[in-house]
T-cell receptor
Framework: DSGVTQTPKHLITATGQRVTLRCSPR?????VYWYQQSLDQGLQFLIQ???????AKGNILERFSAQQFPDLHSELNLSSLELGDSALYFC???????????FGDGTRLSIL | GESVGLHLPTLSVQEGDNSIINCAYS??????FIWYKQESGKGPQFIID?????DKRQGQRVTVLLNKTVKHLSLQIAATQPGDSAVYFC????????????FGKGTTLSVSS
């Protein structure tokens, strides 16, 4: 058990809809990262937050957004969903930068 | 774009053998590397890390070697067990996107008994 909790484990929805994925980092970790894993693209970094502030952006679409709350949990919002958004979405946390990132078990998003 | 690559997509070994999984990276500025293990239905699990000021680091049954001259990283697993069967990823921090990790495509390790 990595200590990172992601909910829900599975989400099935339709194109055009909006969903919210939730992540609770390990106790004491201030950095939260979101990654997308698909068969063709592998694991891709989306966005990072550190202690409530956005720290870095990767290949995140404009339809996607995230935030980190004062209690350090984070949410990833995906809107105007398309079939190609079907993937596994992982959250990871670390105490600070350049420390091991510990991953949750992900949310599997299926767009029908 | 650039990515951390792996030499072999699959590796099959016998139980008890030593396994070596290789990874090539392209950015000389990368200073932190991690190996992850991912089992079906789970998230990547941290195995071992190494910083660029080192060339070798050992853990329990695992050793990571870093060759900065040829930009090569390897993971050695001693006495491989069926429970080691999984997909293994190397990841690097390039410093371009904060401390985010860039992942390679993964090697599937299959251990037969």
């Amino acid at each position: 058990d990595s200590g990172v909790t992601q909910t829900p484990k599975h989400l099935i929805t339709a194109t055009g809809q909006r969903v919210t994925l939730r992540c609770s980092p390990r106790s004491g970790d201030l950095s939260v990262y979101w990654y997308q894993q698909s068969l063709d693209q592998g694991l891709q970094f989306l966005i990072q937050y550190y202690n409530g502030e956005e720290r870095a952006k990767g290949n995140i679409l404009e339809r996607f957004s995230a935030q980190q709350f004062p209690d350090l949990h984070s949410e990833l919002n995906l809107s105007s969903l398309e079939l190609g958004d079907s993937a596994l979405y992982f959250c990871a946390s670390s105490e600070r930068g350049n420390q091991p990132q510990h991953f949750g078990d992900g949310t599997r998003l299926s767009i029908l | 774009g650039e990515s951390v690559g792996l030499h072999l997509p699959t590796l099959s070994v016998q139980e008890g053998d030593n396994s070596i999984i290789n990874c090539a990276y392209s950015n000389s500025a990368s200073d932190y590397f991690i190996w992850y293990k991912q089992e079906s239905g789970k998230g990547p699990q941290f195995i071992i890390d190494i910083r660029s000021n080192m060339d070798k680091r050992q853990g329990q049954r695992v050793t990571v070697l870093l060759n900065k001259t040829v930009k090569h990283l390897s993971l050695q697993i001693a006495a491989t067990q069926p429970g080691d069967s999984a997909v293994y990823f190397c990841a690097e921090n390039r410093g371009q996107a904060g401390t985010a990790l860039i992942f390679g495509k993964g090697t599937t390790l299959s251990v037969s008994s």
